[in-house]
């Protein structure tokens, strides 16, 4: 696990980019797939894009872009992509509400710490065939879920290593 703390500039400009999803779902009449249902919308655009932040300011990969629909890939590096999964838990799981919502290369896992929330620790991340291949259903209390334990995603410095050799090799 590693932690990156976000500037102050950066932790704004995430928040903008929240706000500005959560204004262009409202208008679209979007209807989020939370998982958590005691936080509102904005609050998990908002964990969201600090994640997103946190992720490419770790990988230095270009920051998230407002484009106001969620294709499933949150950032890029050298023609891969990658989903971005914050959670306000220390003890997450990365979860799909279906293995096919797992639509980038890859997918990362992030928490946010509960008392300074401009600090975010990448967990670890997956492939989508190892995620389709390995998670399990669950029912964490809002319905049924496809999920991967912690223990089962690569560690941040594995995925950066792999980042590297696809940029390089």
């Not at 590693?2 to 209807?31: C, W």
């Not at 890859?106 to 991340?125: M, N, P, R, W």
């Not at 389709?132 to 410095?157: C, H, R, S, W």
Request: glycine share 6%; aromatic share 14%; hydrophobic share 35%.
């Amino acid at each position: 696990m590693i932690t990156v703390k976000l500037s102050p500039e950066l932790y704004d400009k995430a928040m903008g980019l929240a706000n500005h999803r959560y204004q262009i779902s409202k208008a679209s009449k979007f209807i989020n797939q939370k998982q958590d249902i005691l936080r509102s919308e904005m609050d998990i655009e908002r964990i969201g894009t600090a994640g997103e932040f946190a992720v490419a300011e770790l990988y230095n990969l270009d920051h998230p872009l407002p484009s106001g629909y969620d294709n499933g890939h949150d950032l890029w590096f050298y023609g891969k992509s990658l989903q971005v999964k914050t959670s306000f838990y220390e003890k997450c799981k990365l979860i799909f509400k279906d293995k096919q919502k797992f639509v980038s290369d890859f997918a990362i896992l992030v928490y946010q710490d509960t008392q300074q929330k401009e600090k975010l620790s990448i967990v670890g991340a997956t492939s989508r065939k190892y995620f389709i291949e390995f998670a399990k259903k669950e029912n964490l209390g809002n319905g049924d879920v496809y999920t991967l334990e912690q223990n089962q995603m690569a560690e941040p410095q594995e995925f950066w290593k792999y980042i590297m050799e696809t940029r390089y090799g």
